[in-house]
């Protein structure tokens, strides 16, 4: 079984930058596929980024296309999501999900792990 946390939300201003960070244990991650999805009140959740290990691919949404990007460190088995230039309407609740498979998908239903999301609130 794998956990995921996530942390490293919080209030900040537009145009900021913030790095959300999400650490998996329970299994040494090798040939995966990591993405963040975000969840705005009355909103359905949405696809942020995907990537997959270890062969890089990747995948953004449009709408965050150029801001944000999303890396690891394979010594922490730690994903983060960078995301610069923060707009209002980028504020939501930020889950990251986890496939044992290679494939960047924005389809939330190939993900089989799941953390408990971090918010993120932009302020105008």
């Known amino acids: 079984q794998v956990q995921l946390e996530e942390s490293g939300g919080g209030l900040v201003q537009a145009g900021d930058s913030l790095r959300l960070s999400c650490a998996a244990s329970?299994?040494?991650?090798?040939?995966?596929?990591m993405a963040w999805f975000r969840q705005a009140p009355g909103k359905e959740r949405e696809f942020v980024a995907a990537?997959?290990?270890?062969?890089?691919?990747?995948a953004y949404a449009d709408n965050v296309k150029g801001r944000c990007t999303i890396f690891r460190d394979s010594g922490k088995n730690t994903v983060y999501l960078q995301m610069n230039s923060l707009k209002p309407e980028d504020t939501a609740v930020y889950y990251c999900?986890?496939?044992?498979?290679?494939?960047?998908?924005?389809?939330?239903?190939?993900?089989?792990?799941w953390g408990q999301g971090t918010q993120v609130t932009v302020s105008s």
């Open positions: 999900a986890l496939k044992l498979r290679i494939g960047p998908s924005g389809d939330k239903g190939e993900y089989d792990y």
């Open positions: 329970g299994r040494t991650l090798v040939t995966y596929a």
């Open positions: 990537r997959s290990w270890p062969f890089l691919s990747m």
